[in-house]
């Protein structure tokens, strides 16, 4: 087999069955086989796919969460390339084939590769980034969150992406779409399970990199990312608001504590304090706040994540 691709899905059954479907119609120029990983839907995903016998569904009797759903998916992969796509995700062009081409005729220092990625209106969203984060980068996105009128940057992001030139050497691919030599996972290893969601990317070509081993950006594949497509009612974006929320958190904790040196990761717990103000005024009720306050203070919730 040449590539595998392995999708993770959690309630998510029309979206990752037109995600699917796009697999198969726009892919033409390579051999692939489609790993379905379900993290224990229950909204008809397992009758529904277990049926397709175009893919290898592989369920899950519980939420494994992104990283550790896709190493299980690994398991089951045979190719060549590995290629991580999101349930959320829909191929406009052969996408495959174009990171496959890349791929084959790039140094073999070239671990990885990703696409400059579409919102459903086919324009430029965040894709990738250029550095690794640091202790400034984390002041950012503190910022981001607390005041995200003075500062956003993935506006910026998006804006300085319409002028780079490709292919780009950068640190990090967004999780969307990694396409990887499957040499590299053997050395390096797949996701680190303590991550649930967020960051486990980061941390994964982190290793990549100090392994060798570099991350590249293409713009002949062409992927839209549906990212929130899932979220439902006013009642659902608060709840998957305040669920990112403490994921995003939670994860930057563990990435923070796993790289950042001592004496910066105490100045990382200390600024997360900026984010109090509007936590305190914008979610409700009183225990969604009682749960984020504990994350900003300890880096885990009061209670144990249903996930």
């Known amino acids: 087999m040449t590539v595998s691709i392995i999708l993770v899905t959690y309630n998510t059954r029309q979206m990752t069955a037109k995600c699917i479907e796009s697999i198969f119609e726009k892919t033409k120029g390579v051999d692939f086989e489609v790993i379905l990983v379900d993290n224990a839907s229950i909204d008809g995903s397992k009758e529904f796919f277990e049926r397709d016998s175009r893919i290898k569904y592989v369920y899950s009797n519980e939420n494994l969460g992104f990283g550790r759903g896709n190493n299980l998916g690994f398991e089951h992969a045979s190719g060549k390339y590995i290629f991580l796509l999101n349930s959320d995700t829909l191929l406009v062009n052969d996408a495959v084939t174009e990171m496959f081409n890349y791929m084959e005729n790039a140094p073999a220092n070239i671990g990885c590769c990703g696409c400059v990625l579409q919102n459903r209106e086919g324009k430029t969203i965040h894709s990738y980034y250029l550095t690794f984060p640091t202790l400034g980068w984390f002041f950012k996105e503190v910022v981001c969150f607390s005041i995200p009128k003075l500062y956003n940057p993935y506006k910026k992001d998006n804006k300085r992406m319409l002028q780079d030139s490709y292919p780009l050497e ?30 486990e990317e980061t941390e994964m070509q982190h290793r990549f990199f100090i392994n060798g081993y570099k991350s590249m950006i293409i713009d002949s594949p062409k992927i839209i990312h549906l ?48 984010m109090f103000p509007r936590v305190l005024v914008s979610l409700s009720p009183v225990k969604d706040k009682l749960e984020t306050i504990s994350m900003l203070i300890f880096g885990v919730k009061l209670n144990s994540e249903k996930r």
């Open 227 to 274: 990212e929130g497509a899932s979220q439902k009612g006013k009642s659902g974006k608060r709840k998957n608001l305040l669920r990112k929320c403490n994921r995003v958190m939670r994860s930057r904790f563990i990435f923070a504590k796993k790289m950042l040196p001592k004496f910066q990761y105490v100045l990382f717990r200390s600024m997360h304090m900026m």
């Open 170 to 199: 950068v640190r990090q691919i967004t999780g969307a779409d990694m396409f990887i030599r499957r040499c590299v996972i053997e050395k390096c290893g797949m996701f680190d399970s303590d991550f649930f969601m967020y960051f």
